[in-house]
Antibody, heavy 119, light 107 residues
Framework: QVQLVQSGAEVKKPGASVKVSCKAS????????ITWVRQAPGQGLEWMGW????????NYAQKLQGRVTMTTDTSTSTAYMELRSLTSDDTAVYYC????????????WGQGTLVTVSS | EIVMTQSPATLSVSPGERATLSCRAS??????LAWYQQKPGQAPRLLIC???TRATGIPARFSGSGSGTEFTLTISSLQSEDFAVYYC?????????FGGGTKVEIK
């Protein structure tokens, strides 16, 4: 079955960087894109950006431009999201999700990765 | 950026009753709208895409309607497992945007 498995929880200090991985299985990785969405504690969903696993094209949320980089490794069917210059406002659960090959609804989703930023 | 506004923020419904959730876009998104369900501690799950097409495995009691700027998710007869938070998401324009969510709680 199609599955996305994310890396484990992280605790980072302000100013540090975090890199979250999302390993895909059960489908042809390069045929779909991956989006990243985060959810601060008790809050709603915030779209962060999207990457094509086919050619690496990206589209980032403007508020994160310059701080976020999304990449893929097609040899391991893994997507990565790196966020730099972390502040406490970046404390959230980070989700990856697969698009629908040209349509930008997302299914399935990874299980989520909690990133805590604290001094 | 297209702003998605969901209402109400909280909906109190008794099991077996009908629930109607609304989602409004600040400009037309055609039918490029998805609905997701999220339960506590879980990742969101796709319910509806294309404004009205149920995703694989989603029960028929979930239905979506609307186009342009006004959309509705209807749950015809609420089951215990349906109490959750529901989000709409437009995918007509970049950046993709989500609504703030509607929490469906037990009355």
């Amino acid at each position: 079955q199609v599955q996305l498995v994310q890396s484990g929880a992280e605790v980072k200090k302000p100013g540090a960087s975090v890199k979250v991985s999302c390993k895909a299985s059960g489908y042809t990785f390069i045929s779909y894109g991956i989006t990243w969405v985060r959810q601060a504690p008790g809050q709603g969903l915030e779209w962060m950006g999207w990457i094509s696993a086919y050619n690496g094209d990206t589209n980032y949320a403007q508020k994160l431009q310059g701080r976020v980089t999304m990449t893929t490794d097609t040899s391991t069917s893994t997507a990565y999201m790196e966020l730099r210059s972390l502040t406490s406002d970046d404390t959230a659960v980070y989700y990856c999700a697969r698009d629908s090959s040209g349509w930008y609804w997302f299914d399935p989703w990874g299980q989520g990765t909690l990133v805590t930023v604290s001094s | 950026e297209i702003v998605m506004t969901q209402s109400p923020a909280t909906l109190s419904v008794s099991p077996g009753e009908r629930a109607t959730l609304s989602c409004r876009a600040s400009q037309s998104v055609s039918s490029n709208l998805a609905w997701y369900q999220q339960k506590p501690g879980q990742a969101p799950r796709l319910l509806i895409c294309g404004a009205s097409t149920r995703a694989t495995g989603i029960p028929a009691r979930f239905s979506g309607s609307g186009s342009g700027t006004e959309f509705t998710l209807t749950i015809s007869s609420l089951q215990s497992e349906d109490f959750a938070v529901y989000y709409c998401q437009q995918y007509n324009n970049w950046p993709l945007t989500f609504g703030g969510g509607t929490k469906v709680e037990i009355k």
